[in-house]
């Protein structure tokens, strides 16, 4: 509890939290290139990654922290193999354009 | 020693298992040795067990073992256990020992059969499953062997499966003993809503709690069980047409073990039988009716195997006869004799079979008495047991059958002067058989078809020497009891099974005296009709509806085709004409069609573009967040 008392409230850190991860959002939403749209994935994980912390540090407890950096450890891992796919692209020439990928499309 | 009775049951296991998984690894001949090895084995755990409990005291022979526990659901348990006692002990010893007689026989029957291997793997399993049926611990694994049973009596009937008699055989045999294990699996469900359990010593410690409706049902669906798999009357249709099968299966299956096993039902159940007495009765009548009806039947077959099938339902009747009325001991008896003669006759009849390149119509054959010295002697043998002549085995068993009827009021002699009548039957189709197969002169198909194989022309050692023994066992085996005289096997069922009947030895000496002269009777008038050269052989008196009635088998067949077959297929047409046309042929095809529109229409939504998919996944979270607040 003496922890939570040094600082601001918790709801400022949750509003920077839902700023980042807001802003993330956004970034994956518009944007084209997917470098981009990657590293607006890895603003909107440590956006949670904040929330997480504040709580933490909110109730006095360690299990956030644990959490969040298993968060980073997937991050890592999944920046690897979305960066190794974007290479993939480039190297089969396929231009670097979320939009043009629609195979799916029904 | 317990483990003699696990290594009984798990042995054929083990080899149904290998032949089917060696594959063509195995010769066809290891198949062969395979099989009648494990179920000699078998025969082994058989006699240990035997030994162990003939080391205890009369009062301390009944053993359980439980594996593990297999079903448990609620309150109820049952365990997959063995049970080791007096009864099943018996039952054991004869099916294995039979088994592994008839298997051995198989190695010579089959030899150069396309599907050998196939074969040993389903005799194995068959084996297996009788043995589960007798040891099982509780009424649920023997009904498990009840089915399982009935599933290799299915294969091995429809084991020539390029003949259409033979598939269609083994789809009959099924359907009808499907009906038997219906009735037995509602007794079940009964007995576990009104007993919670299904272990033997449960069920009969609690049974005389039950109303006297429930325990009337439970008897009767047993007794629909025990009917179906004895093919007595009125689920008998299918044993005839069951000789389909290769001669050594009628010869395990459709004789010495399985058809009896309705008749080791009623005595393992029969705490359960005594407190229905009119169920009890019912059996008997059912016997009777059956014996006499078969014995009929058998008077006018020209199918050698049909013959001994048809004597078998009689037998068989016999034996029901004698569990329903209370003679626990003597039914079974006549269980175990019959077993060896009754093989002993589907095993001669298969060398001659075998010896006349598969011709089983007796009308073509004659005088084989000459070619093939041994297997008349062996038939003989096997023909005056099954008539019951002194000393053979079938007159120690079948009279005391007899005389146990005499014990009971007026409906027993009823069924007295029925069994007598049976065994007139039984002397006059059984040696007007052996006298037009073995009697008189060559037929003109003999001469053209015998063939002399190997050795002395009646088949390779295999069969011969396993013929032989059941040979020698029909003509001591029923030496076992002499009930007037000694009677140990009474004595050893005591425990399991205790008689409610106990004739005197007057009411024995009588009914072995009169069925001895009827079927000696039965025999002098086959002799006078068959027993002299074809062209001397004066026309049989006959009515010609009653002839034409007893070759369409009393037209069992016929009414249940009427009753059952008709109306099915009448009712699946009409509903085929009224439904399922107009209904579901035309409109299926629009419902087709709409649905494909529908899918079309739906299929716009995949834009496959991520970013849409990530916004809809977004806001419907944003959705739901905003619900989760604003409910809260």
């Known amino acids: 509890m003496a922890l939570a008392m040094l600082g601001p409230e918790v709801s400022w850190y949750l509003g920077v939290a839902a700023f980042l991860f807001a802003t993330g959002a956004f970034g994956v939403l518009i944007r084209r290139s997917p470098l981009i749209v990657l590293l607006s994935l890895e603003i909107m994980l440590n956006g949670g990654n904040l929330a997480l912390i504040a709580f933490s540090r909110h109730y006095g407890h360690g299990d956030g922290q644990i959490f969040a950096i298993s968060v980073m450890a997937v991050a890592a891992s999944e920046v690897v193999v979305g960066l190794g796919l974007i290479v993939a692209m480039s190297r089969k020439r396929i231009a670097l354009d979320v939009d043009k990928l629609n195979v799916l499309r029904g | ?632």
């Open chain 2, 1 to 632: 020693m317990i483990w003699g009775a696990w290594l009984c049951l798990v042995s054929p296991l083990a080899a149904a298992a290998l032949i089917t998984l060696g594959g063509n690894r195995l010769s066809r001949r290891g198949a062969g040795y395979l099989a009648t090895f494990a179920t000699f084995v078998a025969f082994v755990g058989a006699v240990i067990s035997f030994a162990t409990l003939l080391s205890h005291d009369g009062g301390d022979r009944s053993h359980v073992s439980t594996a593990w526990t297999w079903i448990g659901a609620g309150s109820y348990h049952s365990g997959f256990s063995i049970l080791v006692d007096p009864l099943s002990v018996m039952m054991m010893l004869i099916v294995s020992g039979v088994g592994s007689l008839i298997v051995g026989y198989s190695i010579g029957y089959m030899d150069g059969d396309d599907e050998e291997r196939r074969y040993f793997a389903y005799m194995a399993l068959f084996v297996f499953s009788m043995l589960l049926l007798v040891q099982g611990g509780n009424l649920v694994l023997l009904l498990a062997g009840w089915g399982m049973v009935g599933l290799s009596s299915y294969l091995l009937i429809g084991f020539w499966h390029e003949r259409p008699s033979a598939v269609a055989a083994a789809k009959k045999a099924f359907v009808m003993n499907a009906i038997g294990d219906a009735t037995m699996a509602l007794a079940l469900f009964l007995l576990i809503q009104k007993t919670g359990s299904l272990d033997f010593g449960d069920v009969f410690a609690r049974q005389g709690f039950l109303g006297g409706w429930a325990i009337n049902l439970i008897a009767l669906g047993l007794l629909g069980g025990a009917v179906a798999k004895s093919a007595q009357l009125p689920l008998q249709t299918w044993l005839p047409d069951a000789m389909e099968g290769p001669t050594p299966v009628s010869a395990l299956i459709h004789a010495a073990t399985m058809v009896t096993a309705g008749v080791y039902l009623i005595v393992r159940t029969h705490p359960i039988f005594e407190q229905a007495p009119k169920i009890e009765d019912l059996a008997a009548g059912l016997g009777a009716a059956t014996l006499l009806m078969a014995g009929l039947i058998a008077l006018v077959q020209t199918d050698i195997k049909r013959v001994i099938a048809y004597s078998t339902m009689s037998q068989i009747g016999y034996m029901f006869l004698g569990a329903g009325l209370g003679a626990y001991a003597n039914g079974m008896f006549h269980l175990m004799t019959h077993a060896f003669f009754k093989a002993l006759l589907f095993m001669a009849a298969g060398i001659v079979i075998h010896a006349l390149a598969g011709e089983q119509d007796i009308r073509k054959m004659g005088g084989l008495g000459k070619l093939m010295p041994f297997t008349r002697w062996c038939f003989l043998i096997g023909s005056l047991a099954l008539v019951g002549i002194f000393p053979f085995a079938g007159f120690f068993s079948k009279d005391s059958i007899l005389a146990a009827a005499m014990d009971r009021g007026w409906y027993g002699y009823v069924l007295w002067a029925a069994g007598l009548a049976g065994t007139l039957l039984t002397g006059l189709y059984t040696f007007r058989m052996y006298f037009v197969v073995f009697g008189g002169d060559r037929s003109a198909f003999v001469r053209e078809h015998f063939h002399h194989g190997e050795g002395h022309g009646e088949g390779p050692f295999s069969m011969t020497a396993t013929v032989a023994i059941l040979a020698a066992l029909a003509l001591v085996g029923g030496w076992i009891q002499w009930a007037p005289l000694w009677h140990p096997v009474t004595t050893w069922l005591d425990p399991v099974a205790r008689p409610i009947v106990e004739p005197a030895n007057w009411m024995e000496w009588t009914s072995s005296g009169v069925a001895l002269a009827l079927g000696l009777v039965g025999i002098l008038l086959a002799r006078a009709f068959y027993g002299v050269p074809v062209r001397r052989r004066r026309p049989v008196p006959r009515v010609a509806a009653v002839q034409r009635a007893l070759e369409h088998k009393l037209y069992f067949d016929e009414a249940y085709d009427l009753a059952f077959y008709r109306p099915a297929v009448a009712v699946a047409h009409a509903l085929g004409r009224f439904l399922e046309r107009p209904l579901i042929l035309r409109t299926s095809g629009e419902v087709a069609e709409g649905s494909v529109d529908v899918a079309r229409g739906f299929s716009r939504l995949q834009t496959g573009l991520v970013r849409t998919y990530a916004l809809a996944i977004a806001s419907s979270l944003a959705v739901i967040a905003v619900v989760f607040v604003a409910v809260r």
